[in-house]
């Protein structure tokens, strides 16, 4: 089983910046990407950001792309989600993901393993 875990989070202001990061542990050796996602109840579930595990590729959604950046360590399991210029339509609650294949966490549909979320709220 894998455990993945976010921290960070919290509130800021519109325009201003926030980091969050992930790590995942357990058996974390066939993990191949670990990424971002975000629920605002009421609304789809959003991926957000991926990073590739195998190769440190990157990959984002539409609406954070030039924004939000993502890095992280192969070796630590670990994720961190710099995001920049936040706006109020950026306020979720952020899960970490995890999973074995590239392909399905870029999808956004499902992923093999996810935390339990971090709230991050864009308010002045």
């Known amino acids: 089983q894998v455990q993945v875990v976010e921290s960070g989070g919290g509130l800021v202001q519109p325009g201003g910046s926030m980091t969050l990061s992930c790590v995942a542990s357990g058996r974390t050796t066939n993990l191949n990407g670990m990424g971002w996602f975000r629920q605002v109840p009421g609304k789809e579930r959003e991926f957000v950001a991926a990073f590739s595990l195998s190769g440190g590729a990157t990959f984002y959604g539409d609406s954070v792309k030039g924004r939000f950046t993502i890095s992280g360590d192969s070796a630590k399991k670990t994720v961190h989600l710099q995001m920049n210029n936040l706006r109020a339509e950026d306020s979720a609650v952020y899960h970490c993901?995890?999973?074995?294949?590239?392909?399905?966490?870029?999808?956004?549909?499902?992923?093999?393993?996810w935390g339990q979320g971090t709230q991050v709220t864009v308010s002045s």
């Open positions: 993901a995890a999973d074995r294949l590239w392909s399905r966490l870029i999808s956004g549909r499902q992923y093999d393993y």
